[in-house]
């Protein structure tokens, strides 16, 4: 999976998790990832009703998994300021890694992509690196090393 400088999205100004979620899903259906802004909408939520994709330190995985999705794709979205999202240390969430995955592969590459994301979300450096970084390329450096295992 490629990760390029169209996957990332600065600067958002949402104000709830919904909202976030939304521009989300509009904005992979103006990017041709998915068919259907709506479907994939809402395929998030049902996501997030089964269980809070919020993490710690302002970080948050949703994902959606429906048939709409075209081709594997992770969203990185560093909002403006941290929203109200169910986390383990119950702060805000700024820092978001939406995955996109069709529904027939969400048994292969959604569990590779999410395991890529979730031990990097364990590195202080990789975490740090993200939230001080306000530059397209370099983030797309530092997220496309760690998807592909460059840095391990």
């Known amino acids: 999976m490629k990760f390029t400088k169209e996957n990332v999205l600065l600067n ?7 909202a976030l979620l939304r521009i989300i899903a509009r904005y992979a259906k103006l990017q041709n990832i998915v068919e259907s802004e709506e479907v ?6 049902k996501r997030e009703s089964e269980s809070s994709t919020g993490l710690q330190d302002g970080f948050a995985i949703p994902h959606a998994k429906d048939e709409t999705v075209k081709t594997p794709t992770v969203i990185f ?9 169910e986390t383990f240390d119950d702060q805000p969430v700024q820092y978001v890694f939406a995955l996109l995955v069709p529904k027939a ?13 979730a031990t990097a979300l364990m590195e202080d450096d990789f975490k740090d690196a993200i939230i001080k970084s306000t530059d ?6 530092i997220i496309s090393n760690e998807m592909t295992g460059v840095n391990q």
């Open 40 to 45: 994939t909408y809402s395929a998030f939520l």
């Open 12 to 18: 958002q100004a949402a104000d709830s998790k919904g």
């Open 105 to 117: 592969e969400q048994g292969t590459v959604h569990i590779q992509m999410l395991s890529a994301l």
């Open 136 to 141: 397209v390329k370099e983030l797309v450096t």
């Open 77 to 85: 979205v560093k909002n403006k300021s941290g929203i109200s999202w």
